[in-house]
């Protein structure tokens, strides 16, 4: 599969050939679905599911802006902790990109924060459309206690996921590799599972993420469809 960022004619849409015979998906075909708190509020239907999980202010929202070429599509706010519910992005009617509140953010209450986690982890545990879980971690810091308890859940759970590094313009190239190298040593990420440095404000990472997501995902469910 591969991905078009702008075409809008019938090649470039969700269950279409190109001249290829290679089936496209086309992310300028993305909308804000839902906002869901409970099960039963989540879109009906087959389509896979790719949750995004990350710390308050990791940048979930700039990287579904980022991913699907849209700058407005997610919510941006530079105030912690305004993703309240679970936001559902359709991509083309072929995948959801699926925001999960952030996690680790001090300033609300303690009945609010269990709210939140219990709305993640209810998600987590019961959506059976959920293919895949992108972690994000910031890159300029080493990963926190919370984020190494999210990554040991996942592991846990046996959940297909990949990890992204995001912020990467805020520091020099020449230190990438070694943050990287240091988050995969404090999260215990094995050599296999990919984790990439990503700027939402440059671009830099997306074309890995998206190879990462058709392996990871959209093949897969071409393959289904067969």
């Known amino acids: 599969m591969h991905i078009n ?8 849409r969700s269950g279409r050939m190109d001249n290829t015979g290679t089936r496209r998906l086309d992310v300028s075909r993305s909308k804000f679905e839902l906002t869901a708190i409970k099960p ?11 949750a995004l999980v990350g710390r308050s202010n990791v940048g979930k929202s700039s990287l579904v802006n980022s991913l699907l070429n849209r700058k407005g599509l997610a919510k941006v706010s530079s105030e912690p902790g305004k993703t309240r519910g679970i936001n559902f992005y359709n991509v083309d009617d072929t995948m959801y990109l699926v925001d999960l509140p952030g996690y680790g953010y001090a300033k609300v209450s303690k009945q609010e924060k269990a709210s939140w986690a ?53 520091i020099s190239r020449g230190r990438i590799q070694g943050r990287l190298s240091e988050i995969r040593k404090v999260l215990g990420i094995k050599a296999d599972v990919s984790l990439t440095a990503y700027s939402s404000e440059t671009g830099q990472g997306k074309e890995q993420v998206w190879r990462d997501l058709e392996k990871a995902v959209l093949d897969q469910t071409v393959n289904e469809q067969i």
């Open 40 to 50: 039963e509020q989540y879109p009906e239907g087959d389509l896979p599911e790719i």
């Open 118 to 170: 219990e709305m993640i982890e209810t998600y987590l545990h019961t959506r059976r459309q959920l293919k895949l879980v992108i972690m994000l971690v910031d890159i300029r810091h080493t990963p926190t206690e919370d984020d190494r308890l999210m990554y040991r859940w996942i592991l846990d759970r046996g959940i297909a996921h990949m990890v992204i590094a995001t912020k990467a313009d805020k």
């Open 5 to 12: 960022g702008s075409g809008n004619n019938d090649a470039g």
